[in-house]
């Protein structure tokens, strides 16, 4: 199968301090990856599109200035909350593509956020 | 643009029955797929089930079917013989050509719930 890993699974933080989440796709090589955000009992909501050795991709209203997103190998993307703040609290889940036609992308496990 | 209807919030349905839930979509596009997906309460998503709007026939996977009528836009998912661990939110989703490498439009999503 195709698993993707994120990291941490939970983090807290203070007002300020930046958080980087790492998104890696475990058994193949993922030349797309996206963020997506999504808020308690409410639906995702795509955030970015990574491509490796590109920039990121932003949806209209994200900051790219605030989430960073870098894709640096075919199996790793990371984004960084910088100068967090408690609106940011969500849960961020990456998902990757192996770029097989229909094949669907694959999605980690997520990571909860909360900004104190 | 795309956007994916899921007017369903929650649904209760008794152990062993088979559910439909509904999900109506709109693009403009010629060409596009469709997906469903779950979310157990620990946030993971998990890959049901995809249709290519080309496909002439419904796709299944196991006990998970879909419902592809083309004319009305709507792509209802299907469980027959519902299980307690079918407990989860349902999302579905569309991309813009059916290609995995492409950007997920998801719906709000409908809550099932599992009646033993």
Not at chain 1, 87 to 100: L, W
Request: net charge neutral.
């Amino acid at each position: 199968g195709a698993v993707v890993s994120q990291h941490p699974s939970r983090v807290i933080c203070k007002s300020g301090t930046s958080v980087k989440i790492e998104c890696r796709s475990l058994d193949f090589q993922a030349t797309t990856m996206f963020w997506y955000r999504q808020f308690p009992k409410q639906s995702l909501m795509l955030m970015a599109t990574s491509n490796e050795g590109s920039k990121a991709t932003y949806e209209q209203g994200v900051e790219k200035d605030k989430f960073l997103i870098n894709h640096a190998s075919l199996t790793l993307s990371t984004l960084t909350v910088t100068s967090a703040h408690p609106e940011d609290s969500s849960f961020y889940i990456c998902s990757a593509s192996r770029d097989r036609g229909t094949d669907t992308q694959y999605f980690g496990p997520g990571t909860r956020l909360t900004v104190l | 643009a795309q956007k994916i209807t899921q007017t369903q919030p929650g649904m209760f349905v008794q152990e062993k029955e088979a559910v439909t839930l509904d999900c109506t979509y709109d693009t403009s596009d010629q060409s596009y797929g469709l997906f469903w997906y779950k979310q157990p309460s620990s946030g993971e998503m998990i890959f049901l089930i995809y249709q290519g709007s080309y496909d002439e026939q419904n796709a299944t996977e196991g006990r998970y079917s879909l419902n592809f009528q083309k004319a009305r836009k709507s792509a209802n998912l299907v469980i027959s013989a519902s299980q307690l661990g079918d407990s989860a939110m349902y999302f579905c989703a569309m991309s813009p050509v059916g290609f995995g490498n492409e950007k997920l439009t998801f719906g709000t999503g409908t809550r099932l719930t599992i009646i033993p």
